[in-house]
């Protein structure tokens, strides 16, 4: 058995288009806002790194985990699809 935990999920890098969301909600509202040039400020204090990771990262993550736990290990596993603090987004 795997738990993914991913961090704050955004439109796709690559798969199965550059740049595809199947909604607007949360931080995909805030992407098309800003896609559109109709969001050109955030208020926010000093540089914000914020923890966001492209979905299709999660889904190959999901996936991955579920072939190494039934092929290989099959104890519990928990996995963390985040980008970490090294290689955060920083927001200005």
């Known amino acids: ?3 993914n935990r991913p961090s704050i999920v955004m439109a796709c890098y690559d798969e199965p288009m550059e740049g595809w969301c199947d909604a607007i909600s949360a931080s995909g509202g805030i992407l098309l806002g800003v896609g559109l040039g ?3 400020y955030i208020n926010a204090k000093g540089v914000l790194k914020t923890d966001i ?7 190959n993550a999901i996936l991955a985990g579920a072939a190494y736990s039934a092929l290989i290990d099959k104890s519990f596993m928990v996995y963390h699809s985040c980008t970490s603090q090294d ?3 920083a927001l200005q």
């Open 87 to 89: 290689n955060a987004c």
């Open 38 to 40: 109709v969001l050109r």
């Open 1 to 3: 058995m795997i738990i």
């Open 53 to 59: 990771i492209p979905a299709d990262f999660v889904s």
